[in-house]
């Protein structure tokens, strides 16, 4: 089945993907000016690490509530409280003025994040009750595509308008697109099976966790989606762009064109790489992974040259994303993947505010290239992981 086909058989995926289109959009939008803000600020790169992990963290802390949440209300009202969210705290956004007022920021971001994390859990539960084998696959790689193009032109574009126009216009435009994105859910249908149980949460959540400590593999395939994680390079990228890409290249420019050129990999990668991506393959692709970033690693201080690394580092991000998740959705029952896709997202989260927070503080002792071929050889820890772990899938 391609693309195409998945459109033509299933309407609701297309209209959950212009959806999803629309809002990833939105939210990596903002992210060049909060952290264009944090430069002109003059924030420590412990504070520039804390802000990134606002995004990561919200996940960490509602995943055991969210995932009960989903697996016991209505899908499309929750959808609709979790955009308004969204749109609420971009608005507060606009309130921020010095450097004495980022603690309000974090709170704002955590909040939206909060938001943003359960109303990704919902859509990737929705996906695993309408769909399944192949098609649940092309799903995800669809997704996954889409998080990439949105990262990219969102990245990309935010940085052309915050160094043009200023960082309040950006949060402006991201807010305006939040009301499009609550307007364009109401046009998209879908129907599913009532709940066959009415438990309440504190019992939904109780059997999650029984669940999955019966079921071993399921908590096997989470941490080794959570080895994505690893490539979360925000903090990297503009720790770079303060301290060396500056004199290349103003900073806003710097974080943006950075973070796009990494996400056009992402984009790319599935369309290549869907063919040869198998459980066997898999071991390889995360081999390849850890070997790209370790390359970044050793040319990242030339800005062009970091610029190709990063692409070839997208190439594989996507595809190691969307197969991993795959194999955790097939292999979990349906009457819990509203909670197991939540607790999956916490460990996830968990690695990238760990991963954050570990850039932010070695940058303090180490170089930053030492720093990413630290991680790139995590990938290659991974594979030995996932070689033993292949016996069980």
């Not at 925000?234 to 500056?246: F, G, H, M, P, S």
């Not at 040319?299 to 040259?305: K, S």
Request: proline letters at 1%; a positive charge.
């Amino acid at each position: 089945m391609n693309y195409a086909e998945l459109f033509k058989q299933h309407k609701v995926v297309k209209d959950l993907s212009l959806l999803q289109l629309l809002v990833y959009f939105a939210t990596w939008f903002s992210n060049v000016a909060i952290y264009t803000m944090l430069v002109k600020f003059g924030s420590s790169e412990l504070a520039i690490a804390t802000v990134t992990a606002m995004h990561f963290l919200p996940a960490v802390f509602i995943a055991v509530l969210s995932g009960a949440i989903i697996d016991r209300f209505n899908i499309k009202k929750l959808m609709y409280i979790l955009l308004f969210v969204e749109l609420s705290m971009t608005l507060m956004f606009l309130t921020i003025d010095k450097a004495s007022e980022i603690w309000m920021l974090m709170i704002f971001i955590f909040i939206r994040m909060s938001a943003s994390s359960m109303f990704f859990s919902t859509e990737m539960s929705l996906l695993s009750k309408l769909l399944s084998g192949q098609a649940l696959q092309r799903a995800n790689e669809i997704h996954s595509i889409i998080w990439s193009l949105t990262y990219a032109l969102g990245m990309a574009l935010s940085a052309v308008v915050v160094n043009a126009y200023g960082i309040k216009v950006a949060f402006i435009i991201d807010a305006m697109l939040f009301v499009i994105a609550l307007l364009l859910l109401t046009k998209i249908h879908f129907e599913l099976k009532a709940n066959e149980y009415h438990h309440k949460i504190k019992k939904l959540i109780i059997d999650g966790f029984i669940y999955i400590k019966n079921h071993k593999l399921i908590l096997r395939l989470i941490i080794l989606h959570a080895s994505v994680g690893l490539t979360s390079f925000d903090t990297l990228v503009t720790l770079l762009a303060k301290n060396e890409y500056k004199y290349v290249i103003a900073v806003p420019l710097a974080i943006g064109i950075s973070n796009a050129i990494r996400a056009v990999g992402l984009m790319i990668g599935p369309f290549i790489l869907a063919k040869f991506t198998n459980k066997n393959s898999l071991y390889y692709l995360l081999i390849l992974q850890g070997i790209t970033i370790i390359f970044w690693g050793l040319v990242q201080e030339n800005f062009y040259l970091a610029l190709f690394a990063q692409f070839t580092i997208g190439l594989f991000t996507t595809t190691l994303w969307s197969f991993t998740y795959a194999l955790l959705q097939e292999n979990c029952d349906k009457e819990y993947i509203g909670r197991v896709v939540s607790y999956n997202d916490m460990f996830f989260m968990i690695s990238c505010a760990g991963t954050t927070f570990l850039i932010g503080i070695l940058a303090n002792y180490i170089s930053l290239g030492m720093i990413t071929i630290i991680l790139g050889v995590g990938f290659i820890l991974f594979a030995i992981y996932y070689k033993g772990l292949l016996k069980w899938i």
